[in-house]
């Protein structure tokens, strides 16, 4: 499987793909190094210059939206095949909450037809593949708390995030989608 590194303002990022869509998008660790031993595992290879049509448009939008622009990524394809049946249907949901608004766990379970399924729901954003193409960021403990974030940086990288949409944790009320 292919991997490609790339550098963008918040540091070095990557991303992995198969046949059928993005695999993996690694936000930066704190060095390029170390982004790269986390995305590369057994039968993964550096990608060379052949990529496909949907990695390349993934890449070009994520360096745009880490710049602070306004990018859409509902158009990348993604390889669902590797996540559970719940948490594709809790991605697929998550897909549709706009940019600059948030949701809570519980709203998204709710959404999904699973109500009181938010602790599951935390444990999907926990596994989430796709980070900022799946716009886990955009979901906040109940009460606008800022819950976790097991990208690097944790939850400082998810308010960082969440500032490139307008959204401000703490004296100000988030925008919300529900």
């Not at 986390?38 to 360096?63: D, H, I, N, Y």
């Not at 709203?107 to 999904?112: G, M, P, S």
Request: with cysteine; glycine share 12%.
């Amino acid at each position: 499987m292919p991997y490609h590194l790339f550098d963008t303002a918040f540091g070095t990022c990557a991303i992995a793909w198969s046949e059928v869509g993005l695999t993996r998008v690694l936000l930066p660790e704190s060095t390029r190094s170390k982004t790269e031993a986390r995305v590369r595992s057994p039968g993964m290879e550096p990608s060379g210059s052949g990529k496909p049509e949907f990695a390349e448009e993934a890449l070009t939008l994520l360096g745009a939206y880490l710049d602070g622009s306004d990018a859409s990524f509902e158009s990348i394809r993604l390889d669902e095949t590797i996540v559970t049946g719940f948490n594709a249907s809790v991605y697929r949901a998550l897909r549709n909450v706009p940019r600059g608004t948030t949701v809570t766990y519980g709203d998204l379970a709710e959404q999904v037809g699973q109500p009181g399924a938010a602790q599951a729901v935390g444990v999907a954003m926990g596994r989430n593949p796709w980070p900022v193409i799946v716009p886990c960021h955009r979901v906040l403990a109940s009460g606008g708390k800022v819950g976790g974030f097991s990208a690097p940086g944790g939850v400082s990288t998810k308010e960082r995030l969440l500032a490139l949409e307008g959204v401000r944790i703490g004296s100000q009320i988030q925008p919300s989608l529900f």
